[in-house]
């Protein structure tokens, strides 16, 4: 069993940036790949980026690679998302997983309840 929890959402102004965090319990944890996904208003969840378990891989969706990094401190049981030049369409409701190194949220097992990001002037 993993338990997942996000932390670090708000509101943004366009152009700022913003650092989410997973924080994770359970001894699987160390063992998995963690992915980041968003829903925005009225739209379906969406891969962000996914890291592997030791941090080696690292896979991006094109339209935040250049702008959003991700990382993880396995000794913290911690996944970061780190989001620069954010912009309106990256508001949206940010959830961590834990599972398979993959885009396919079937492919994760573990779900945070999600910390929202309003990008907004």
């Known amino acids: 069993q993993v338990q997942l929890v996000e932390s670090g959402g708000g509101l943004v102004q366009p152009g700022g940036s913003l650092t989410l965090s997973c924080e994770a319990s359970g001894r699987a944890f160390t063992d998995s790949a963690v992915g980041w996904f968003r829903q925005g208003p009225g739209k379906e969840r969406e891969f962000i980026a996914a890291?592997?378990?030791?941090?080696?891989?690292?896979y991006y969706r094109d339209s935040t690679k250049v702008r959003f990094t991700i990382s993880r401190d396995n000794t913290k049981n911690t996944v970061y998302l780190q989001m620069n030049t954010l912009k309106a369409e990256d508001t949206g409701k940010y959830y961590c997983?834990?599972?398979?190194?993959?885009?396919?949220?079937?492919?994760?097992?573990?779900w945070g309840p999600g910390t929202q990001v309003t990008v907004s002037s």
């Open positions: 890291v592997s378990w030791n941090a080696v891989s690292k």
């Open positions: 997983a834990a599972g398979k190194f993959s885009s396919d949220p079937q492919r994760y097992d573990y």
